[in-house]
């Protein structure tokens, strides 16, 4: 049985950090595509940053490009997600989200889906809340 959680979540200022952590049971988040999406209130779930294959490739959304970081610890079976410079439209749910099947191209094009997001596994989300 496979098993994301989400931890790291919480409330900051503008222009303060956080870093949330994706753990992994069951399944091997360095093995294939891994995604973080977030969820506003009265807004669509988006996808924005992704990471193939432990770093093969790498994906940021404009919105949080040069600010948020994807880094996996493989001995740990976790990806952090470093987000810096946090400002008040960031504050939503944030969900990881893995796949087995996805190559690489998919995988970079899955993140971006709008509407029915096409990732197998996901974790059940922590709050990000920045207040300016």
């Known amino acids: 049985q496979v098993q994301l959680v989400e931890s790291g979540g919480g409330s900051v200022q503008a222009g303060g950090s956080l870093r949330l952590s994706c753990a992994a049971s069951?399944?091997?988040?360095?093995?294939?595509?891994m995604g973080w999406f977030r969820q506003a209130p009265g807004k669509e779930r988006e996808g924005f940053a992704a990471i193939y294959r432990g770093g093969v490739s790498t994906y940021y959304a404009d919105s949080v490009k040069g600010r948020f970081t994807i880094s996996p610890d493989n001995a740990k079976n976790t990806v952090y997600l470093q987000m810096n410079s946090l400002q008040p439209e960031d504050t939503a749910m944030y969900y990881c989200a893995a796949d087995p099947y996805f190559e690489a191209g998919g995988c970079m094009t899955a993140i971006q889906a709008l509407g029915v997001i096409p990732f197998t596994y996901w974790g059940q989300g922590t709050q990000v809340t920045v207040s300016s």
């Open positions: 069951g399944y091997m988040l360095s093995s294939n595509c």
